[in-house]
């Protein structure tokens, strides 16, 4: 891969954020719940974040070589395997009890605080740099 664009920058911090959010999220639920809790945040987070790096891994390839109607196949394919497969983890983990069902939701909602914080910062820069702030 060449140059960063500036939509892999993007992503990037989305990635750095997300693993930030994941620690500080597992550590204050061990310090202020449980450490049942604690596992169950970083399990949630480890799951979602491991399946958006999938999703980028995949679209990436994707979107690299010339497009085919079999490389849509395969692209649609492998996102419901990827979508099926973390489903399954999701399910698995609560039918199981090896988790407790809202720290591990708060732990799957990793991604999206972290898309929402990136966002919000994109926000706060570009409204700072046009002079109104």
């Known amino acids: 891969m060449g140059e960063i664009v500036p939509t892999e920058n993007l992503l ?6 997300s693993g930030a959010v994941l620690v500080t999220m597992s550590v204050a639920a061990w310090v202020f719940f449980s450490k ?7 399990l949630g987070g480890g799951i979602v974040i491991l399946s ?10 994707a979107l690299q070589k010339p497009g085919g ?18 489903l399954f983890l999701v399910f698995l983990f609560i039918y199981l009890g090896w988790v407790d069902p809202l720290a591990f939701l708060a732990g799957l909602s990793t991604v999206v ?8 910062l994109e926000y706060l820069v570009s409204f700072t740099k046009r ?3």
Do not use: E, N, P, T
């Not at 049942?36 to 970083?42: G, T």
């Open 12 to 17: 990037m911090r989305i990635q750095s954020i």
């Open 36 to 42: 049942q809790a604690a596992l169950s945040v970083f």
């Open 52 to 61: 958006f790096q999938i999703l980028k891994w995949q679209l990436r390839r």
């Open 69 to 86: 109607s079999s490389s849509k196949a395969g692209l649609f394919f492998s996102y419901y395997l990827r979508y099926f497969g973390s």
């Open 113 to 120: 605080m972290s898309v929402v914080i990136v966002g919000g």
């Open 131 to 133: 002079g109104d702030g």
